[in-house]
């Protein structure tokens, strides 16, 4: 009779491939925990992926579930392809096209744009979004051939930069040579969409474009480096070693300063009291009981819980 295996808690990073769902990729994770022998545990995902897009796919499980939130508040990095010549639908190679123009821009063209979309802008998110609109989701109300009017939103693009190719040489040698499609890199704060920065800095080429390849590289903390295939999940979770996947609950906070607790401390703080004559630089703490995680904490006056972590001290 097989030992029974302790819960996971922690994160897996997916490298979500094409036309693949964040909530598939949800039941994913749980179907190799269930496969691999472990308890029935919590599973969310950090941040949604559209399907047609690739790459970092955050997955929380157990008591990392009540950190998906603030990876929603991320900061990402994206890689995208924009294509020149015509504006779709979706503003992706999904849609149908709805506006189409002779004009290509050239490399010395481009580079000259992008300070004008780096730092705060404003954006109209696309019709084709989970955005609602009087209670009913944008794309909804787009596949009906209803008219979507989105209002703008104010976002922050921190970086944005020509991407090489390949070999690492130049996207192009020759500067004013007239080109079909670029790929960027672009460091984004929560709630951009890169397919709406692609479509405007097509515009303000006097050009239309379309988002044709999009691949996340960086969500929060968490990068390619640390993602594995769906292939490489169902072989571990066959092979009974999920965990030595797993990246500990602390990994999504390695931007939060360390508050070492006694073990008095520990339990108040499990049991939502307020710890008062401790001294710590304001702002959110993880409290830790040797290595354990306790909460997360806000200093002021005194220690406030703001979420707590129900792991056993180890």
Not at 33 to 40: E, T
Not at 62 to 67: D, P, V, Y
Not at 71 to 95: C, H, N, P
Not at 135 to 155: N, S
């Amino acid at each position: 009779m097989s030992a029974i295996k302790t819960p996971l808690h922690g994160w897996l990073i997916l490298d979500k491939p094409l036309e693949l769902g964040s909530t598939q990729g949800v039941s994913a994770v749980k179907r190799a925990l269930r496969v691999a022998g472990h308890p029935k545990a919590r599973v969310g995902h950090g941040g949604t992926l559209d399907p047609l897009a690739t790459g970092v796919l955050p997955i929380a499980i157990g008591e990392a579930t009540k950190l998906a939130g603030r990876m929603l508040d991320s900061d990402k990095v994206y890689d995208f392809t924009i294509r020149f010549g015509a504006q779709t639908s979706t503003l992706d190679a999904e849609g149908e096209s709805v506006a189409e123009s002779d004009v290509r821009p050239t490399l010395a063209e481009i580079e000259a744009i992008l300070p004008r979309f780096t730092g705060p802008i404003e954006q109209v998110p696309p019709a084709y979004s989970a955005l609602k609109v009087d209670g009913k989701r944008a794309y909804a109300l787009a596949r009906a051939g209803e008219e979507v009017e989105l209002a703008k939103r104010a976002v922050t693009i921190h970086a944005l930069q020509i991407l090489p190719i390949a070999d690492g040489s130049p996207p192009h040698a020759a500067r004013r040579e007239e080109l079909d499609s670029i790929t960027l890199s672009a460091s984004v704060s929560k709630g951009t969409y890169i397919r709406s920065l692609a479509r405007d800095i097509a515009l303000a080429l006097g050009t239309v474009g379309h988002v044709t390849m999009l691949r996340r590289t960086k969500a929060g903390p968490f990068t390619l480096q640390q993602a594995i295939s769906l292939d490489k999940l169902d072989e571990s979770a066959r092979g009974a070693s999920l965990q030595e996947l797993l990246l500990p609950l602390t990994a999504g906070l390695d931007d939060i300063p360390v508050l070492a607790v006694s073990p008095d401390q520990a339990v108040a703080l499990r049991q939502g009291r307020r710890l008062v004559g401790t001294a710590a630089s304001p702002g959110l703490h993880l409290a830790v009981e040797g290595i354990t995680p306790i909460a997360l904490v806000e200093m002021d006056q005194d220690i406030k819980v703001v979420r707590g972590f129900n792991l056993m001290s180890e």
